[in-house]
C-alpha cells in the first residue's frame, strides 16, 4: 500500500525518529507535522497537547496517511490512547519503545529519565518500565531548557555544552547504568549528554525501537508498501519554515526535500 506514513511532532524533534524511520523504511513515504508555532508542549496541559495532537492527525487523515506515529513524548503520554481509539489506522507512540530500549541495555535496572515537564509528570515512563520489570529503579528528571534550544537550533558550541551540564546536575549524585532521552529532540544533543553523563552510561532513545516497532506492524496489517519508486516525502511547520528547514537539512541530509507551512 502506497499511502504515506504520518509522523507528528511538537516541532523538530521527531525528526530523529523520522530519520530512523527513513533508514529501515526505505521504500515508505513519510508526511511529518512539526508544530513550531506551539512548542514546546513539555509545560502545556494534557488537554491542550490532545488538542494540538488530534488537529495534526486529522490534518494527516485527510492526506490520506495509512499508519500514524506520535514522535513526541509528551503527546504519547497523553493523546496516545485517545487517538488510537479515534482513528481507522494504526496509531503508535514512543514512550513503550523507549522503555523497552533501555531494558535491552541496563544491567543493574537502575534508569534515569530525562524528558519534558509534562512527560515526567505523566509518570508514563515509569508505567511503561515498571510493566517491563517491576523493580526498575527509575530516576526521572524534567529537562525544560534543553527543547527551545534544539528549536532555535542553537545546538552546537560552548553555550549548549554548558546548559546540558547544568541541567544534567541533578543525576551527579544518582547511580544509574542507562539513561533514556525521554524526549524527541535529545538525541540531537545526545553527543552533549553523553559527554556529561559519562562513557559507563548506556544512553538510549526511542527512535529506532519505533521505527522497528513501525515495520512490524506495517507487515502485520499488510500496509507495506511494495514498490520500490522514489518515495516524494512532505515535511510541514506550523512556524516558521527557514528555521525548520535549516534543521531537516541538517539531520535529515536530504537535499530535494522542501519543507512547507502548514495551517491547522
Known sequence: MNAPIGVIDSGVGGLTVAKEML????????????????????PRTAKQVVEFTTQMAQKLKEMGIKMLVIACNTATAVALEPLQ???????????NAGAMAAMKETKTHQIAVIATVGTVKSGAYEEAIG??????????????????????GQYEGPFAEKLVEEVLSPLKTISYDTMILGCTHYPIIQHLIEKVVGEDVHVVSSAKETALHAKDLLAYYSLENKSTHHAKHRFFATGSVPMFQQIVDDWLQLPELQAEKIEL
Do not use: H, W
Open 85 to 95: 481509539k479515534t482513528c481507522d489506522f494504526p496509531v503508535i507512540g514512543v514512550i
Open 131 to 152: 510493566s517491563l520489570y517491576s523493580k526498575s529503579q527509575i530516576y526521572s528528571l524534567a529537562c525544560p531548557p534543553l527543547v527551545p534550544m534544539v528549536e532555535s
Open 23 to 42: 533508514r529501515y523504511l526505505p521504500n515508505e513515504t513519510i508526511y511529518y507535522i512539526g508544530d513550531t508555532a506551539r512548542c514546546p508542549y513539555g
